[in-house]
């Protein structure tokens, strides 16, 4: 490899700027080195380096390069020709790790910290061992690696790993097949509205998987025809090229993802509040009437959204609105920005012909050449490379000069996969800028929201980025990007299949997601039936990381309801600005910690056979037990509560042990919820908007029975000064033995921080829970210095 150097993609720079390819470390850039003089003279050794080892196999030449204690990467080529570069998906280079390898007599052990990998001689097959020494995930010796035969109908690069028979196999993006444990199925990775493609996974045996190809693949997953393996089946490429990740906890293998694909950054506090959305809003005065109504009727309320054909006929890609009906957008956004509501704009990756926009795409070659007929409405259209940097920095410089400057406080980036002419599939036959469609298919998201995350980031500096998308790629999650599951349909059985659908997703490494509250197509706020579907799906998106109502026809706004079916709405909402303080310590986790908004049962109770395949029923966090009602007409349900944990009913206080199913009254106003014991949870007071919560009264909700923890998380909510470290945390310890909470002193402080905070320490039990009356509890004024409070009921570490 004498001459050959390895470029790999490097982290973006501070300040969001774009990506670029690096220069290789020393290590990656040595030639081969025959074994040493007295070293084993095995054949299939061929270098070790102080990143990793290569080795001569049957297809060619593997290499194992350790990028982190929890992360390795294994690749196979047919020629010692290394990849360029990690991959799209990638940023940063190899870290320094203290690895070993032993010999032994039919395979070598190579060793971090936290995880073990064994190189077979014979097979040249690599396995990641569990703590037993057994493997947990293998590759399949023999058959079960192919390199680039673009003639197998089965694909042009292919390989199997055996897994163990009683794990459940989560992740590989959102689909709408209602499954939340893959085993016995075949996944397509392939972008599509509805169907996002992320070529990640998560087992409850304790590790990750990145299939690191952006073609699209076929994943197998313990079916018949191939029992206890996992096999990927990828369309294009050259080389089988993938990660593994090392747990054992969930959060550990996916923040050693993010470690290796970026961060999830935090999103500005409003975005938490409720967003009110339609196909479409018409006009100026229209929008306005929506946040004005809200305010009137005293509905909290963050953001209204402006869809799609603001523009005038024929101006689709011309980021311009139409002045007809949008006469001053900017004093349209300054007034509801008075109001403390923010709002996004609709953009695509699609333009119309004759546009300057169009031609200034095409002079520097960033449009692809075909001509493709819209979905809808008639006619035709250009859909630009997004591939290309150039293309990314003249989109984003329209973007920003003709609605950024207007005020808008993010952007809905519809038909993402790229739509091109909907027929799924075409992108295939693209020739980007870096190489053909069919070997980065499913990237197309990533970049395309790279384009505006980045312009962002540079050109608005007060705001966090936000980005709305219809789809996504592994790496995604550090453009600050939240995936919508599409045009769904208002339906039971539609609604039933997001709820695994978002749980999946979760577990792709991206934690940012939603749905259309209620369905895009279909449903009337004045059929009774609808208003059933849409609160159940309300009370399961309080517990989603974005809280959208959306859908074409008939507005779905709350006051659009009829009166009588308004209050079960309402009280949802009210719920969700309650729940305030917790979800957004929740997001500080996920940003500094590589932890999940939603996780499924499994995951965090591995044990549990009976938690590992629960597609109605998930975590927020690892405490909250969410059990949506997704049944029509149900006003009860079965809960599985896991076991190891007693469990809380959150409206009555009622104490279960863990490890059994009971029956939970569910009327139309309530979707049963349970608490962890050991839990803290917080609660604000009730308010209008997002930013109207800090400073005021939190409720802690104390859960007995374990001992545990929770970071209390602050910070001026929007802006980039929390990356500077202006933002305050609250240690909150419980030692139930002791009967003790701790209230520990505040790290950090941030402009605009209030100097004192009052809590309220409420010991929950039986007619304590939120849905019942109850006293008020313990006062603390607390001043940021440290503080005890002995709870009420003294050592509650009895089961019930």
Do not use: C
């Not at 990506?19 to 003279?41: H, M, T």
């Not at 004093?331 to 169009?358: C, Y």
């Not at 952007?411 to 002419?421: C, I, K, N, Q, T």
């Not at 309650?578 to 590589?594: C, I, N």
């Amino acid at each position: 490899m004498a001459g050959r150097t390895m470029a790999f993609w490097m982290a973006r720079l501070a300040g969001g700027a774009a990506l670029v390819l690096g220069v290789a470390p020393a290590w990656a850039q040595s030639p081969w080195q025959p074994p040493a003089a007295g070293q084993s003279a095995s054949a299939d050794l061929l270098a070790r380096d102080e990143a990793g080892v290569r080795f001569r196999v049957k297809e060619g030449v593997l290499r194992i390069v350790f990028w982190g204690d929890r992360i390795v990467r294994v690749t196979v080529q047919k020629t010692d020709a290394f990849p360029e570069s990690a991959g799209l998906a990638v940023v940063g280079t190899p870290a320094r790790v203290a690895w070993t390898m032993a010999e032994e007599a039919d395979r070598y052990i190579l060793s971090t910290p936290a995880m073990r990998l064994a190189f077979d001689r014979r097979t040249g097959a690599v396995a990641l061992l569990g703590a037993d020494g057994k493997p947990l995930v293998s590759e399949v010796g023999g058959a079960g690696r192919k390199l680039g035969d673009v003639s197998d109908p089965d694909g042009a690069v292919q390989l199997s790993f055996a897994i163990g028979g009683d794990e459940a196999i989560h992740g590989l993006g959102q689909h709408q097949a209602g499954r939340l444990d893959y085993r016995g199925t075949t996944v397509r990775l392939q972008q599509a509205n509805t169907d996002v493609g992320v070529p990640v996974l998560v087992s409850t045996a304790g590790y990750g998987i990145f299939w690191n190809n952006p073609a699209v693949t076929d994943v197998d997953v313990a079916t018949p025809q191939a029992v206890n393996r996992i096999v990927f089946r990828s369309q294009a490429g050259t080389g089988t090229d993938y990660f593994l990740f090392g747990g054992p906890d969930v959060d550990e293998v996916i923040g050693a993802y993010r470690q290796l694909t970026g961060p999830a950054p935090l999103m500005a506090r409003w975005t938490w509040g409720l967003w009110q959305s339609k196909e479409r809003y018409q006009s100026q005065a229209e929008l306005l009437g929506v946040a004005a109504e809200y305010r009137r009727l005293g509905i909290p309320l963050d953001a209204v959204v402006q869809d799609w054909q603001y523009w005038k006929p024929g101006e689709w890609g011309g980021h311009r609105m139409d002045p007809a009906r949008f006469p001053d957008p900017k004093g349209m956004l300054d007034a509801l920005h008075r109001q403390n509501v923010h709002s996004i704009v609709s953009i695509w990756p699609r333009f119309d012909k004759e546009l300057d926009t169009t031609q200034a795409l095409d002079a520097i070659g960033g449009l692809y050449s075909e001509t493709y007929p819209n979905v809808y409405p008639a006619g035709e259209g250009r859909w630009y490379d997004a591939f290309s940097a150039p293309a990314r920095r003249l989109y984003w410089r329209y973007v920003s000069e003709r609605l950024g400057t207007l005020g808008f406080d993010g952007y809905w980036l519809d038909g993402s996969e790229a739509e091109l002419g909907g027929r799924w599939g075409e992108m295939r036959n693209v020739a980007t800028a870096i190489g053909s469609g069919a070997t980065v298919y499913n990237a197309y998201p990533l970049m395309h929201t790279t384009a505006v995350h980045d312009g962002m980031v540079k050109d608005y500096p007060s705001k966090r980025p936000f980005i709305l998308t219809r789809s996504a790629w592994a790496g995604q999650q550090r453009n600050a990007a939240i995936t919508w599951s599409g045009d769904v349909a208002g339906r039971w059985d539609v609604f039933r299949a997001q709820v695994p659908a978002a749980v999946n997703f979760s577990m792709s490494g991206i934690p940012y997601w939603s749905a259309d509250i209620g369905g895009f197509f279909g449903g009337s706020p004045t059929d009774p039936a609808y208003q059933e579907l849409f609160t159940r799906w309300l009370q399961f998106a309080v517990f989603n990381p974005m809280f959208r109502i959306h859908g074409t026809g008939a507005g779905k706004e709350v006051y659009s309801f009829p009166e009588a079916a308004r209050g079960p709405l309402i009280d949802a909402v009210k719920l969700r600005y309650r729940l305030l303080p917790f979800f957004y310590a929740q997001s500080w986790q996920v940003a500094d910690k590589g932890a999940s908004f939603l996780y499924p049962l499994g995951t965090v109770f591995p044990g549990d056979s009976q938690a590992r395949d629960l597609p109605d029923q998930y975590l927020f966090g690892r405490s909250v037990l969410v059990s949506p009602v997704v049944q029509k007409g149900a006003e009860r349900r079965d809960v599985y509560l896991p076991a190891g944990k007693d469990w809380y009913d959150f409206w009555t206080g009622e104490r279960h042990a863990g490890g059994k199913r009971i029956l939970v009254e569910a009327p139309i106003g309530r979707m049963p919820l349970h608490v962890a014991a050991g839990a803290i949870l917080p609660l604000g007071e009730p308010v209008q908007y997002a930013d109207q919560s800090p400073g005021l009264p939190i409720e802690l909700r104390i859960y007995r029975g374990a001992d545990g923890s929770f970071t209390l998380y602050d910070d001026a909510g929007d802006g980039q000064g929390w990356r500077r470290g202006e933002r305050a945390a609250i240690e909150l310890r419980l030692d139930d033995k002791a009967g003790r909470l701790t209230i520990g002193q505040r790290q950090g402080a941030y402009p605009g921080m209030p100097k004192t905070r009052l809590f309220r320490v409420v010991e929950v039990s039986p007619g304590t829970g939120v849905g019942v009356a109850q006293t008020v509890g313990h006062e603390v004024r607390y001043d940021g210095s440290a503080v005890e409070v002995r709870l009420a009921g003294g050592n509650n570490s009895q089961r019930p």
